[in-house]
């Protein structure tokens, strides 16, 4: 089993900068995929950034350019820097390993941005 625990969150004003960390109980060079999910209030838990073992990141498109997701397998943690903040970007924000056939999930970390 594979515990995740994220860090960074906070409130940030809109245009401002943060960036989360989660660190995994695991060797990162056994996880296949890593990544970063948010949900805010009242809706659906959807997919932010992934990234592979080798590196390959990928990112909802709404994110492009102002999300950069990257991974440091030494130290097992993988980050989200996210850049120019809106305030729809607010939300609870879900690190989260694909290891072997199991995903696991961190507790998540809330990040608001106000206006």
């Known amino acids: 089993q594979v515990q995740l625990v994220e860090s960074g969150g906070g409130l940030v004003q809109a245009g401002g900068s943060l960036r989360l960390s989660c660190v995994a109980s695991e060797t990162m060079y056994s996880i296949n995929i890593m990544g970063w999910s948010r949900q805010a209030p009242g809706n659906q838990r959807r997919l932010v950034a992934t990234i592979s073992n080798g590196g390959r990141a990928n990112y909802l498109d709404s994110m492009k350019g102002r999300f950069t997701i990257s991974r440091d397998n030494a130290k097992n943690t993988v980050y989200l820097q996210m850049n120019s903040l809106k305030p729809e970007d607010t939300a609870v924000y879900y690190c989260?390993?694909?290891?072997?056939?199991?995903?696991?999930w961190g507790q998540g970390i809330q990040v608001t941005v106000s206006s």
């Open positions: 989260y390993a694909v290891h072997g056939h199991s995903t696991y």
